[in-house]
């Protein structure tokens, strides 16, 4: 039985007094599969930041699921993600046409001062 792999990307917008992060679960092709608006009422910490964005994942996903988060703005540390197994993180450069989608729904979380979640398919 292969492992099924599941692609997410993600950016965090920290500001003064709230935080904003945008995850995008996507296909190998690149299709968008769900889109999640997340908003803290308070600045988070890097740590906590990056440690949140895990556990928005892992309710989507199963712990027999291998996860790849692609993250960008964001802090990410091995030793933050060491208690979730099944997650490989990879940190990139900001790039528009890979990160666009997650940085606009950062936004709109702060922007709207809720979190929200939408499965596409």
């Not at 599969?33 to 949140?52: A, E, G, H, K």
Request: one cysteine or more; a positive charge; charged letters at 30%.
């Amino acid at each position: 039985m292969s492992e099924v792999v599941r692609r997410f990307k993600a950016v965090a917008i920290r500001e003064e007094t709230e935080t904003g992060i945008g995850i995008v679960e996507y296909e190998p092709s690149g299709e968008t599969i769900s889109l999640d608006s997340v908003y803290y009422p308070s600045r988070l910490s890097n740590r906590d930041t990056y440690v949140n964005t895990i556990k928005r994942i892992e309710m989507v996903t199963q712990l027999n699921e291998v996860v790849v988060l692609r993250t960008s703005s964001m802090q990410s540390k091995l030793k933050w993600r060491r208690h979730f197994t099944n997650v490989r993180g990879k940190s990139e450069w900001f790039k528009a046409e890979a990160f666009g989608e997650c940085l606009d729904l950062a936004k709109d979380g702060i922007k709207r001062k809720t979190t929200m979640y939408e499965y596409m398919q």
